[in-house]
Every structure is written in structure tokens, then in C-alpha cells.
């Protein structure tokens, strides 16, 4: 039997070597771009895309003078018209300075009317002459700019709207260029989202899609209004400017919701 052991052995090499000398099965390759391309645009078309409801326009009132605010006609939340007051403050001081501009102008017109009769008679100077036109034109300026002041005691509504916040009470002084009211026309609901880029092939002006709003739990039609002109290279995204299709009193600004736009088939 002990013949027979080294035979063995041989056989049991000569199958490990065997088993060794097999090639390995190559791995497999890795998907071409137009496999990965098509793999990561199902992900972006089904991503979900967020929109936030925006008044169409909406601006800062601030004071243009320091002065006391006398009244604020329209509360929060209420609406206004074109053109409607919204602020009123207390020029009493503003219309004294007018006032006293007015009676300097009269009284530089009466010398320059003196001065040009006493001209004619060859009794004053031409320099005294034109320095009573100059004063004459100075106190001009001066009126001009207390009439001035005083056309911004009463803030108008520029548009109409509603009134979102107001910064201020009555009673309140304020200084210039301190805002007072926060004021937006929800006339048209806009609503500003983000797509990607490659969508662009085909989202155009005016193409319709459902919008569904968090805070109502109800969907609502929608148009495309306004394209972004430039795309963002790093999220490879545009932003879309969207209107609500119709008046809903129930929409606010601020809600937000979901976009459904899919290309056409």
C-alpha cells in the first residue's frame, strides 16, 4: 500500500494545480453613460418639487420725513385701493417752516419790484438789482422744498392690496427711511419652484399643471408665467415662475405646496 501513497499525492497536486490555472470570470463592466444617464433621469423626474405661493407685487412703505404718525386708517390683514391713505403724520412743524418760507418770498418779491422801479429811474445799482432777483429766486427754492416736505405727510397706497404687517403705532415718531408697513397685492398668486435643467426641452411659457397646497389639501390648476434665464451649474436647476388659474379666497401668501408637471406624451 505504501507504493500506491505517492501516486496519490501526485493526483491531488495535479488537481489543485488544475483548479488554479483556471481563468477568473471577468467582472462585470460598468454601465455605459447611456445606461447612467437613463438611471439618474427617472430619479430627478421623480424627485418632488416644492413651490411657495407669492404675492405679485409687494413692497416696504417707509417714512420719507422724521415726524409723529398721526393715523393708520388701514389695520392688518384688511384691504385697500389704489391710491387710498395709509399713513397721515403730524406736520405741524413742517407747515410753520412753509409758512415762513411763503413770507420771506413775498417780502424778497417786494424789494426786487422796488428795486426794478428805482432802475428805471437810474437810483440803484445793477449788482443791488440782481442780488434782490437772486433772493427773489432763492426764497422760490425754498418754498419749493417746505412743499416738498409736505407732500410726504400723507403715504398713499401705490397699488391696491392688503396689509400685511404694520412696523409702527400711531403716536409713534419716526425717522426717515424707517420702515413702517408691509403691504402686498394677492390680485394673482405667483409661485416660484425649481426643475431641472434638462427640462427645458419642453416646460414652455403658458404650459398648465396642477399645483396641491399643503394648508388646503386641495390641488389647483396652474400656468407657467416666467422661465429663469440662467441655470444653476451646480444643482443643474431653473428657476419657473408659475400663477395660480383663477381667485381662490382661501389661498395666502406663504403656503406652499407640490408641483405636478410631466412633459407632454
Not at 481563468?23 to 411657495?52: H, K, V
Not at 410753520?96 to 424789494?111: I, M, R, S
Not at 437772486?134 to 409736505?150: N, Y
Not at 397706497?157 to 404694520?166: L, T
Amino acid at each position: 500500500m505504501t507504493r500506491f501513497l505517492p501516486v496519490a499525492l501526485a493526483a491531488c497536486c495535479l488537481a489543485s494545480t488544475f483548479s488554479l490555472a483556471q481563468p477568473t470570470r471577468p467582472p462585470a463592466a460598468p454601465p455605459g453613460p447611456a445606461s447612467a444617464s437613463s438611471a439618474a433621469r427617472p430619479a430627478l423626474e421623480r424627485q418632488e418639487i416644492r413651490a411657495q405661493l407669492l404675492p405679485r407685487r409687494f413692497t416696504t412703505i417707509a417714512a420719507e420725513i422724521g415726524a409723529k404718525i398721526n393715523r393708520l386708517p388701514v389695520v392688518e390683514g384688511a384691504a385697500f385701493r389704489a391710491g387710498q391713505l395709509l399713513v397721515s403724520f403730524d406736520c405741524s412743524l413742517q407747515q410753520a417752516q412753509l409758512q415762513k418760507a411763503q413770507a420771506e418770498l413775498d417780502a424778497a418779491e417786494q424789494t426786487f419790484r422796488g428795486n426794478q422801479r428805482l432802475a428805471e429811474l437810474n437810483s440803484v445799482g445793477q449788482v443791488e438789482l440782481e442780488l434782490s432777483r437772486s433772493a427773489v429766486h432763492r426764497s422760490r427754492a425754498e418754498v419749493g422744498s417746505h412743499r416738498a416736505v409736505l407732500s410726504k405727510c400723507a403715504v398713499a397706497a401705490p397699488f391696491a392690496g392688503r396689509m400685511a404687517e404694520q412696523r409702527v403705532r400711531e403716536q409713534q415718531y419716526v425717522q426717515p427711511g424707517q420702515p413702517l408697513l408691509e403691504i402686498i397685492d394677492d390680485s394673482v398668486l405667483e409661485l416660484e419652484f425649481l426643475v431641472p435643467s434638462h427640462w427645458l426641452g419642453w416646460v414652455r411659457h403658458g404650459s398648465h399643471f396642477q399645483v396641491a397646497i399643503d394648508e388646503t389639501g386641495k390641488t389647483y390648476p396652474a400656468k407657467v408665467l416666467r422661465i429663469g434665464a440662467r441655470v444653476d451649474p451646480v444643482s443643474q436647476s431653473v428657476k419657473v415662475a408659475a400663477a395660480i388659474d383663477g381667485r381662490y379666497p382661501e389661498l395666502v401668501s406663504g403656503m406652499s405646496g407640490r408641483i405636478a408637471l410631466a412633459p407632454p406624451r
